[in-house]
């Protein structure tokens, strides 16, 4: 609607070099790296059992998101109207906005978590998902409309799929069987209507991916590698861990695009991401407890 590009026009008028690089760093509290960095400390250094909720709850609302997005087909702002793209532009529809459903989704998920016992948690979550919604108008890759519908999304999921979950008790590795049966279910319907090969075709299936790889590895890691996150608390332990495992995730997620084909998706989407969560889900803990650390 033409009063939402006005927003975006309004709020482009204070663009300079400096509001630029900020706002583009704010973007990035949206994106898979920060929760990827959030899901790994929760993982290896915190609460297992929680961060495998975690890492669930958010696949599903991501997929969500993209199959929204599919629906809608809504066009970005920056080919709609005359507003510009800050940083570069994005491939895949409008509406809703995926980095503010994913930063309400964690936000949420942390303040389910923590929230009672540290009351920062909630402030900083509702400041990081305000500060990423005015981001992406500000950028001019998304409407009024698109952020607040991401928002409620991302709340949405965040609360429902958390209480789902909740109801497998101790037995949460239990969920890789839904788990499995959706994911085929996904990847044929993809399949079925030619969206393998779309921008959000492929986002999905790397959160399916990860999805699949990461349950199937919580699996094996519960029932035989057993690795206890609480042992060696101290400080360089931990950042080791982090260090470790997450340059080998993202080392695995960008150094495989050099030799998987990018026309084959399920390869160049899918088996990356799979790998990328097999590591974090498994290798990384039975490495460390081999090398007790």
């Keep these: ?70 629906g809608f ?34 936000s949420t998920l942390l303040t389910i978590k923590y929230g009672k016992r540290y009351k920062a948690v909630p402030i900083i979550g509702i400041a990081a998902t305000l500060l990423v919604m005015l981001s992406r108008m500000y950028l001019g890759q998304h409407y009024l409309s698109d952020v607040f519908c991401g928002l409620t999304l991302g709340v949405f999921c965040a609360i429902v799929f958390n209480s789902l979950l909740s109801l497998f008790g101790d037995r949460e590795e239990l969920f890789i069987i839904p788990n499995l049966i959706l994911s085929v279910i996904i990847i044929s319907v993809l399949a079925g209507v030619g969206m393998l090969n779309s921008p959000s075709g492929a986002d999905i299936l790397k959160g399916l991916g990860a999805f699949v790889a990461f349950d199937i590895g919580y699996f094996v890691e519960k029932r035989y590698v057993k690795y206890d996150v609480t042992d060696n ?43 990328m969560a097999a590591w974090v889900s498994v290798g990384a803990p039975a490495l460390y407890k081999k090398l007790k650390i």
């Design 1 to 70: 609607m033409q009063f939402e590009a006005d927003i975006i026009k309004l709020l482009q008028r204070m663009s300079n070099g400096f509001s630029d690089t900020v706002f583009l760093g704010i973007s990035l509290l949206g994106t898979e790296i920060a929760f990827l960095v959030i899901a790994v400390a929760l993982y290896l250094c915190l609460d297992k059992q929680y961060a495998y909720r975690f890492f669930n709850v958010y696949i599903l609302s991501v997929a969500i998101n993209n199959f929204l997005k599919l």
């Design 233 to 275: 608390r101290e400080w360089w332990t931990i950042a080791l861990r982090l260090v470790v495992c997450l340059g080998v995730a993202v080392g695995v997620q960008q150094g495989f695009k050099l030799f998987l084909p990018e026309s084959i998706p399920l390869l160049y989407c899918f088996l990356r991401y799979f790998i």
């Design 73 to 106: 087909k809504r066009t970005r702002p920056f080919n709609a109207y005359r507003v510009r793209s800050i940083g570069d532009p994005e491939s895949t529809y409008s509406f809703p906005s995926g980095h503010t459903q994913s930063i309400a989704t964690v």
